[in-house]
């Protein structure tokens, strides 16, 4: 069956550009995660979505970062007037049910802000 | 603060020999211990994991053992193979929350 999946793999922006980066997670898996690794460390939590609203964003680090999943399977992270700071993989994982911890992760997207 | 403290770094093991990566953590309401392996370009993935009911679980090669009193776990991977090597993260959370709390990660290179 087919795993996380994320659009585009790499996406190169200039500072101040708007992005968009889609994630399609497991088919029927209800929770939705986003993550961001940064070179060198491991992945850190941004937001967690259940069903179509976000369960919990305290690891949005400021409002310019915002994600949705409108009807409750893909989701898009969208980050706003982009910054070099931002530059790092973004991974989204999925899992079956809320509150089970076994995180499927996607391959990520590898953010790059010149 | 870092609630999850995960060492050494980087690590160089001969094939057929035994890698050990540690792990502590400060939050005593974390009830949730994974183990992650991530290849380069990939996302990481679930190796094992433990809850802090019981000392040790064993999956094949890989081995975790946890001391609930020293907050500590280890990972143990037995027999270790060159496909091993990868960076391994520990990782703690909640059962009742959803996010999972990453160390930084072990590079581990087993030598042919």
């Known amino acids: 069956g087919a795993g996380v999946s994320q659009t585009p793999s790499n996406k190169v922006t200039e500072k101040g550009k708007y992005v968009e980066l889609r994630c399609d997670p497991i088919?029927?898996?209800?929770?939705l995660y986003w993550y961001r690794q940064s070179l060198g460390q491991g992945p850190e939590f941004l937001i967690y979505?259940?069903?179509?609203?976000?369960?919990?964003d305290s690891g949005l680090p400021n409002d310019r970062f915002f994600a949705v999943r409108p009807e409750g399977s893909v989701s898009t992270l969208k980050i706003q007037r982009t910054e070099r700071g931002d530059s790092a993989v973004y991974l989204c994982?999925?899992?079956?049910?809320?509150?089970?911890?076994?995180?499927?992760f996607g391959p990520g997207t590898r953010l790059t802000v010149l | 603060q870092q609630q999850v403290k995960q060492s050494p770094q980087s690590l160089i093991v001969q094939k057929g020999g035994i890698s050990i990566i540690n792990c502590a953590y400060e939050n005593t309401a974390f009830d949730y211990f994974p183990w992650y392996q991530q290849f380069p370009g990939k996302g990481p993935a679930l190796l094992i994991a433990?809850?802090?009911?019981?000392s040790e679980k064993k999956e094949g090669r890989f081995t975790i053992s946890f001391n609930k009193s020293a907050k500590q776990f280890s990972l143990h991977i037995m027999d270790s193979q060159p496909g091993d090597s990868a960076t391994y993260f520990c990782?703690?959370?909640?059962?009742?929350?959803?996010?999972?709390?990453f160390g930084k990660g072990t590079r581990l290179h087993i030598l042919p």
């Open positions: 979505f259940q069903g179509t609203g976000a369960a919990d």
């Open positions: 088919s029927g898996h209800t929770a």
């Open positions: 433990i809850r802090p009911d019981v």
């Open positions: 994982a999925s899992s079956l049910l809320r509150h089970n911890n076994e995180q499927f």
């Open positions: 990782a703690a959370s909640r059962v009742r929350d959803d996010k999972i709390i």
